[in-house]
């Protein structure tokens, strides 16, 4: 069975940093796309970043490339979103999925509040 | 960055009705659009992929259709737990966006 925790989130002053993770199990790690998808309080789904199985590519967000990094030990089945330089607008739920298109696994999601 | 545009924004229905909601998108998509279901304070579930396959284990009372830029869900029967929200999300380029949601109630 297939089962992705994400952990990390936290309380942060705006301008500060925090690394996520994500935890996966039950499938070939290394083998497959993953993706970061956000979600700020009442509002909707907004994408933030994906790495490829090997983690030779990746892409991001506009409102996040330069300030984010997205990797991935596959040794450790762990999936890691780097936030620095966080504003007030990068609050939210931050969720890992499985695979680059169509994300048929989520995590439970982890809360990152940004905020003085 | 290709806008999905999601309507309506929310809906009341009752049990066994027929809901449709529309996504289109500001550019063609091809069929790389993805459905999901969102109840409060759980991660999305993907329902539909590919505009119309249906994800493993979701009811058939869901169904997707369209193609270009024009697509549908569909859900034949509403039932008790399908009150949620839904999102669209095109995966044909990059930046992946989805819709703003439609909000499923109870009427």
């Known amino acids: 069975e297939v089962h992705l925790l994400e952990s990390g989130g936290g309380l942060v002053q705006p301008g500060g940093s925090l690394r996520l993770s994500c935890a996966a199990s039950?499938?070939?790690?290394?083998?497959?796309?993953m993706t970061w998808v956000r979600q700020a309080p009442g509002k909707g789904l907004e994408w933030v970043s994906s790495?490829?199985?090997?983690?030779?590519?990746?892409h991001f967000a506009d409102s996040v490339r330069g300030r984010f990094t997205i990797a991935r030990d596959n040794s450790k089945n762990t999936l890691y979103l780097q936030l620095n330089s966080l504003r007030a607008d990068d609050t939210a739920v931050y969720y890992c999925?499985?695979?680059?298109?169509?994300?048929?696994?989520w995590g439970q999601g982890t809360l990152v509040t940004v905020s003085s | 960055d290709i806008q999905m545009t999601q309507f309506p924004s929310s809906l009341s229905a009752s049990v066994g009705d027929r809901v449709t909601i529309t996504c289109r998108a500001s550019?063609?998509?091809?069929?790389?659009v993805a459905w999901y279901q969102q109840k409060p304070g759980k991660a999305p579930k993907l329902l539909i992929y590919k505009a119309s396959s249906l994800d493993s284990g979701v009811p058939s009372s869901f169904s997707g259709s369209g193609s270009g830029t024009e697509f549908t869900l569909t859900i034949s029967s509403l039932q008790p737990d399908d009150f949620a929200t839904y999102y669209c999300q095109q995966y044909d380029s990059y930046p992946r966006t989805f819709g703003l949601g439609t909000k499923v109630e109870i009427k």
């Open positions: 999925a499985h695979g680059w298109n169509a994300h048929d696994y």
């Open positions: 790495i490829s199985g090997s983690g030779r590519t990746t």
């Open positions: 550019q063609s998509v091809n069929n790389w």
């Open positions: 039950g499938f070939t790690f290394s083998n497959f796309a």
